[in-house]
Every structure is written in structure tokens, then in C-alpha cells.
């Protein structure tokens, strides 16, 4: 078959990448492996580098307009006219904003199939202004609406989609593959030790509620350090102030976006895993982190709890108090922590295996193919 994907800013992950292009990435890349055609639409502004082909995958670069509001929907629509203009089989749409022009495919190109991902419910973060929660809500509707058939990456999305949208949209979860890594030796560089670091790695957004895990690290007396890595939204002050809210504490550190084997270190040798997000669809790092056997303690939102599979802790989400004493309970109990490191390792293998995933991608395509 012949693929496009249009959505996500880039295939290179690079400082703002999010969970939808850590999850193209990992789609497009394993259906060129199958043997299939796959086209990627990108923004050059968030990649140093733009080759024509990304691990077999074709990437087209087309401008917009570098603004809050205006950004993804303008260059949504340069690569909707693009792709309708190719010969494409399917063509699939990734979160709820790009989703809202999923009907011009729709209208014309009708003997192509058009699939949304819905990845999240984005009106709900903060940065939006009315404009932009109207917008995305009119993207939620569309999501559900307009193609032949809309995907869901956690079933709580999935019941919002049929209870509020009256659609049956099919589960497909984010994904990814149990690792092992045993080498520590770039730790060494942030003055870090095999579990002597609680981390939190993603964008550094107030949805992801950074700010609540630094209130709740603070009150309590460890030697561990709380690692945060991850990059602002540009022309965000959100780091700033996380930096002033974590002065006078050195255990607090902050080491910006890492990738590839730094990362990799950094996930496998934490002590443990924290995710105190106010809202999020099915949350990528979770899954990354317990896919190399590393406990996690996450907010008690529906989507890092469909993540967890109750193999990880949990605590009531913005509430630092509670917060405050599941980290104490933690740093105090390892006996927990190791046993939550066995039960991660097999929920991934159970629920969220790369290859699986694929499969049910490609049975959604073929099933609505005409």
C-alpha cells in the first residue's frame, strides 16, 4: 500500500518532539519493513537536518506560518492539497487538529481511504485560547466524523469518541519494545548513579505538571536527584519558571532534550519513573520507561492508568500532598521498587509490542479499503 501521514512535525525527533512523532516514527519505519510505500509530511523548522528519505520513508517538507494558532492547521492543509494531488492509498491523519481537515480527502479523493488517529484531547491544555479550544473541539468532531475509520491510542478516548460522537473507533495503543541495556557509563557526564535519580523526561509544558513533582521532590529528604529532561514549547517561559521554583535545591537537576544512547542510560538505571501530567492520551515515555524495566509513578489520569496496567504506583492527580508522600514511601521502600520493575517488564510484553501494533494499523487500512 501506498501511505502518507500528515500531522506530526517531523520524523527526526528532535527538542519538541511529542508523542505523535515518536509514534509515527515508529509506524512508518516498521511499514517500510513490511514492504509498503510510506510518504511523511514535515516542518523543517523542528529538524537541523531534511533528507528526502528518513529509514525509508519519504518526507516532504512544505512551509506555514510559525504561530501558536496558525502553525499545524496551515501546514496541515499545504500537505492535505499535496497528498491529494499523489497517488496514495491512504491517507492518515495523526491528532485531532490536522484531523479537522480530514473531510477534503474525503470529497476529493473519494476512492482513497482516510483514517485519524485521535492522540489526545489537546483542547484541554492550557495554552489554548478559545480560539484554539474551539478549533480543536471542532477537530475532536471531525476526527470521529470524516474518515472511513478513526483510531483511538487508550479506551477512555475511545468512550469519548462513541459516547460523545456517537463513532466506534478502534483501540490501538502507542507502543514499545522491552529493552535491555547495562552500560552506565554516560551517566557520568550529569554526575549520576545506577538508582541514585528519579527522572522525568517530555516536553516541558504546565499540562505535564512538572511544577507539582519539584513542589513535592522538595519536602522530602533524599540523597537521589530528580533528573528532568525534556525542552520547552518555543517562546515558552514555563522553564523558567520550573528553575525558580527548584532554586536553592542542587539535587534538582535540569539537562535539557537527550536522544539515542544518553537517554537510553538515563531510562534503564533510574531509580524511578515519574509522570505527574494533568492530561494526557496514552503517555509515550511511560511506556518507555517501563519498557526498560524501570518502576514508575504516575498521576492517577485515565491515560497513564490504561499505561500502567496496575504494575506501577500511582498518586491523585495535582494533589502535591499525595505526591509528596508516595515519593517519600518510595525512597524509603526499594523492596517495592523492585518488585514493580519485574511487572512492567511483562506489560509490555503483553499489551504493547511494536509488531502487534502494526498488525491491527494495517487490519484497520485493509478493513475499510475500497
Not at 476529493?108 to 481511504?113: A, E, G, S
Request: charged fraction near 25%.
Amino acid at each position: 500500500m501506498r501511505i502518507a501521514f500528515l500531522g506530526q512535525k517531523s520524523l527526526i525527533l528532535g527538542r519538541t518532539a511529542g508523542g505523535i512523532e515518536t509514534h509515527v516514527v515508529n509506524l512508518a519505519t516498521r511499514l517500510v519493513l513490511r514492504g509498503h510505500e510510506v510518504t511523511a509530511y514535515a516542518r523543517k523548522r523542528y529538524s537541523t537536518e531534511h533528507p528526502t528519505y528518513y529509514e525509508g520513508v519519504r518526507v516532504h517538507y512544505l512551509p506555514t506560518v510559525y504561530s501558536k494558532n496558525l502553525e499545524a492547521i496551515i501546514h496541515t492543509f499545504l500537505a492535505t492539497v499535496d497528498v491529494c494531488l499523489r497517488p496514495v492509498d491512504v491517507i492518515h491523519y495523526h491528532g485531532v487538529g490536522p484531523a479537522l481537515l480530514s473531510w477534503i480527502p474525503r470529497l476529493l479523493r473519494p476512492h482513497v481511504t482516510v483514517i485519524a488517529t485521535f492522540h489526545a484531547q489537546d483542547r484541554l491544555h492550557q495554552k489554548w485560547g478559545l480560539f484554539g479550544r474551539i478549533a480543536l473541539r471542532a477537530g475532536e468532531w471531525m476526527a470521529c466524523r470524516a474518515p472511513h475509520a478513526t483510531i483511538t491510542v487508550s479506551h477512555g478516548l475511545q468512550v469519548i469518541c462513541r459516547d460523545r460522537y456517537h463513532t466506534e473507533a478502534v483501540f490501538i495503543p502507542s507502543g514499545a519494545d522491552r529493552q535491555t541495556i547495562r552500560k552506565q557509563h554516560l551517566l557520568a557526564a550529569f554526575g549520576l548513579k545506577k538508582d541514585g535519580y528519579l527522572l522525568m523526561v517530555g516536553r516541558l509544558l504546565k499540562v505535564k505538571g512538572v511544577h507539582h513533582l519539584i513542589q513535592a521532590f522538595r519536602r522530602i529528604k533524599t540523597d537521589k536527584h530528580l533528573v528532568i529532561v525534556g525542552a520547552p514549547a518555543l517562546k515558552d517561559t514555563y522553564l523558567e519558571q520550573l528553575k525558580a521554583l527548584a532554586e536553592g535545591d542542587t539535587r534538582i537537576q535540569f539537562i535539557g532534550f537527550q536522544t539515542g544512547e544518553t537517554l537510553a542510560q538515563l531510562y534503564a538505571h533510574a531509580y524511578l519513573y515519574c509522570q505527574p501530567s494533568e492530561s494526557e492520551g496514552l503517555p509515550l515515555t511511560v511506556l518507555e520507561a517501563m519498557a526498560f524495566g524501570t518502576a514508575v509513578l504516575v498521576s492517577d489520569i485515565p491515560g497513564n492508568l490504561e499505561a500502567i496496567h496496575r504494575a506501577g504506583f500511582t498518586f491523585e492527580n495535582k494533589d502535591v500532598d499525595d505526591l509528596e508522600q508516595q515519593l517519600r514511601h518510595l525512597v524509603e521502600n526499594p523492596e517495592e521498587i523492585k518488585r514493580a520493575q519485574r511487572d512492567v517488564k511483562r506489560v509490555i510484553e503483553d499489551y504493547f509490542a511494536w509488531d502487534r501494533i502494526v498488525d491491527q494499523t494495517l487490519e484497520v487500512y485493509r478493513s475499510v479499503r475500497h
